[in-house]
């Protein structure tokens, strides 16, 4: 919950804010992503946007680019922008904006990125990190799994029969595959097919969190 200008909010929130209005623009399973809805903000529109850091930190604060913590970004899309990192239970800011020489290349820049749907995000890390959107970018492309959540993602078989992630470059002849995961309901404890080109290993989940390691032999590259 946030207080701004004497009222209170839920989170996520994005502010569009003026000398005369604060518009709130909240997030909900009807409306388009926080991130969306900025992309449609004017070049000089004040905004204040208040969400899991790593949402805005990969344009504006690359450090936190992976944090789930709460950040509070404000500024304008074709002017500055500032990231904050809330770092207390109870926490306070100020909104300060700046009457700045509008960029419109930099706008354009924000826009775009912003705009970039989850699975098209790339972010540096040596592994793959699933309580964020994106991959990391050695990863070409992936399907089957849901949308980030706090905790992690679902394999989801209304996006695909299997979980397929396929990488940029050959992955080494020899390596380990680390699997931190559970199984839900019924899942739990059958036998599931793990595919690295042309090996296939049989993992098997349990209700409870565990990690697990595959040894792989394969010049291929794929991983469904």
Known sequence: MIAFSGSHFRLPLLLRVSDKRVEPLPESEYSAPLRFQLADFAPRDNFVWIDRCYKMAQLW??????????CVSQGQLGGQQTVQHVDKAQWQGKTAFKDTMIDMERY???????????????????SFIFNVAGAPEEVKQFSGISRPESWGRWSNAQLGDEVKIEYKAP??????????????GDNANRPIPVRVGNEEQTLVLGHDVATITLHSTTRRTRIP
């Open 61 to 70: 604060a690359p450090a936190l680019a992976l944090s789930t913590d709460w």
């Open 108 to 126: 354009k820049g924000n826009v775009d990125t912003l705009k970039i749907v989850d699975n098209d995000i790339r972010y540096k890390a040596d």
């Open 171 to 184: 992955l080494p002849k020899k390596f380990d595959l680390v699997i931190t995961a559970k199984a839900f």
